[in-house]
């Protein structure tokens, strides 16, 4: 077994406890897990990070495609040694997991992402860092340490703060940059529309923002130049209160000069303004090429062909997402998509995948269908809510243990080992592979 990480003692562990009437502080069954998540959180984070786009037919598909693929275990093989250990980027990792980036931690526990980034390091898994974290990168690295980190960025409309949390991010010693492609705008979430919430509108989710040189700069310059608010003005009702205290409540500084100096009202604007870029192409890639030395990753790929074009504008690694149902209603899911674009890209990038996950049996598919690495997100998140720190590591510990015994009883000894023959591929599928480029004459 891997020397880092002991699957049956955390499964010992469990048995232990119930032996003596003790009973999962954090459920360990998917569905149990989100149901107890529900009753630790509002109404309105719950469905801000469990919701998905629409009619939520894309988070269902993304779950329902893994019945699509069943494992196929082979016997009488020496498994009594495994390895967990992946190499990306050039760096060693101990597993293929990662946690993927989720914002506005501060729903989930007020110690957002310190305190996930306390589990990570436990279990010295890489936490992926979002753009729109409840804590500045650079508190959320500190409290990383030596444990390896990257960085999710959603690319502004204004290139000098994208620019900017790049730098920063590298600065704080980030592995990779992970390029957000599929959310230059806000899905249609039905959930969040129906309960009016909006994190970002009430200073929430804001903290990379805030703590940037270059966005206070327009910040300030909004204030000088006294320009209007992106929010229609309305009567003051108590709603209007509290949310006014709370985009307060989040900006830094002191209380005295919040009220006075106007900046957390513009924050909240300003933020809204710059958000957006829906005019992101394939040529904007050499502009972040330029920012940074760090391996680029492209997160949202979902088509066979858009993974083909990564590979000509020579980006270093591919995220097959579909941002865990969050944006297109009725999409293909990701993991049908997983099975398309690993056969086109055929090693020559490291391809990461999202969306769906929801055990250790789930990992090993991905990998088994071209993934080097997954990243988790609603599961340990769910954790986080119900016991903080403890309970994001207990998830990740979990699907960690699973995968460890899929890959012993499914006749498995590395991660390295998992390939298209441990699953069932069904004969027609899903997404067709796109035409090959004739040579020219």
């Not at 993304?62 to 082979?74: C, E, G, L, Q, S």
């Not at 949390?165 to 529309?193: F, N, P, S, Y």
């Amino acid at each position: 077994m891997s020397s880092s990480f002991n699957a049956r003692a955390v499964q010992g562990a469990i048995y232990a406890d119930g032996a003596y009437g003790r009973l999962p502080r954090v459920p360990v069954e998917p569905d149990l897990l989100a149901a107890k998540a529900e009753k630790h959180l509002t109404p309105e984070a719950w469905w801000y990070v469990a919701g998905s786009a629409g009619q939520q037919r894309t988070a269902k598909a993304n779950t329902a495609a893994f019945d699509r693929y069943p494992i196929v275990p082979r016997m009488l093989r020496d498994v009594k040694n495994r390895s967990l250990g992946v190499e990306l980027f050039g760096h060693s990792y101990s597993s293929p997991l990662l946690f993927a980036p989720i914002g506005v931690l501060e729903m989930a526990h007020p110690q957002a992402e310190r305190a996930v980034g306390r589990a990570a390091k436990a279990l010295n898994i890489p936490m992926v860092l979002s753009t729109q974290g409840s804590t500045p990168m650079e508190v959320t690295s500190a409290e990383l340490g030596e444990s390896p980190m990257w960085y999710q960025l959603y690319w502004s409309n204004n290139d000098e703060f994208a620019r900017s949390l790049v730098q920063r991010a590298e600065k704080c010693g980030a592995h990779a940059i992970v390029v957000t492609l599929d959310t230059h705008c806000m899905g249609w979430r039905v959930k969040d529309l129906d309960l009016g919430f909006l994190p970002f509108a009430r200073g929430m989710g804001i903290a990379q923002y805030t703590s940037d040189p270059v966005f206070t700069d327009l910040v300030n310059d909004r204030i000088k130049n006294k320009v209007a608010s992106a929010l229609p003005k309305q009567s003051p009702t108590l709603g209007a209160i509290w949310t006014l205290a709370s985009i307060i409540g989040h900006y830094p500084g002191r209380l005295v000069d919040k009220l006075f100096s106007g900046q957390p009202r513009a924050a909240v604007d300003t933020f809204l303004d710059t958000f957006p870029c829906p005019s992101l192409t394939w040529a904007d890639i050499a502009k972040l090429r330029a920012w940074t030395t760090l391996p680029i990753v492209l997160k949202g790929i979902q088509h066979p062909a858009d993974a083909l074009l990564a590979l000509e504008h020579g980006v270093d690694g591919i995220s097959v997402s579909n941002h865990g149902g969050r944006q297109v209603d009725g999409a293909i899911a990701s993991l049908d998509a997983l099975d398309a674009i690993a056969r086109v890209v055929k090693g020559k990038v490291p391809i990461i995948f999202d969306s769906g996950i929801r055990s250790g049996a789930d990992v090993f598919k991905a990998l088994a269908l071209g993934a080097d690495a997954v990243m988790v997100g609603r599961p340990w998140l769910f954790g986080l809510a119900i016991d903080g720190a403890d309970g994001a590591k207990a998830v990740m510990e979990r699907i960690l243990a699973e995968l460890d015994f899929t890959m012993s009883l499914s006749g498995v000894s590395s991660v390295k080992a998992i390939g298209r023959e441990c699953v069932v591929v069904p004969k027609e599928p899903v997404l067709a592979l796109p035409a090959e480029k004739k040579d020219e004459e």
